[in-house]
Nanobody, 120 residues
């Protein structure tokens, strides 16, 4: 079983910055991807940024050039540094791990979510 511990988030003014962190614990046989999704009120959950096991990072177009996803080299953890925040970035942000938990079994694990609110 894998557990994700999220931290960071909160309230920031438009143009400000926030940092989210996520640490995974538990049994991961092989990591596939790790990153962040977000869900705004009345909207579907959407990808923000994702890093695969090769280190390749994918960003949603809406955050390119403003958000930076970093992965730790020593533990299964990622950080999302968010700059130039906009009110439309307001959402609950969820950490996600997709991994193999054995040779043949894989799946997604989600964090509990952390609120990011950007005031105009």
């Amino acid at each position: 079983q894998v557990h994700l511990e999220e931290s960071g988030g909160g309230l920031a003014p438009a143009g400000g910055s926030l940092r989210l962190s996520c640490v995974a614990s538990g049994n991961i046989f092989r990591l596939i991807t790790m990153g962040w999704y977000r869900q705004a009120p009345g909207k579907e959950r959407e990808l923000v940024a994702l890093k695969n096991s090769s280190g390749l990072t994918t960003y949603d177009d809406s955050v390119k050039g403003r958000f930076i996803l970093s992965k730790s080299n020593t533990k299964t953890a990622v950080s999302l540094q968010m700059h130039s925040l906009k009110p439309e970035d307001t959402a609950v942000y969820y950490c996600n791990v997709r991994a193999y938990y054995s040779v043949s079994a894989w799946g997604d694990t989600w964090g509990q979510g952390t609120q990011v609110t950007v005031s105009s």
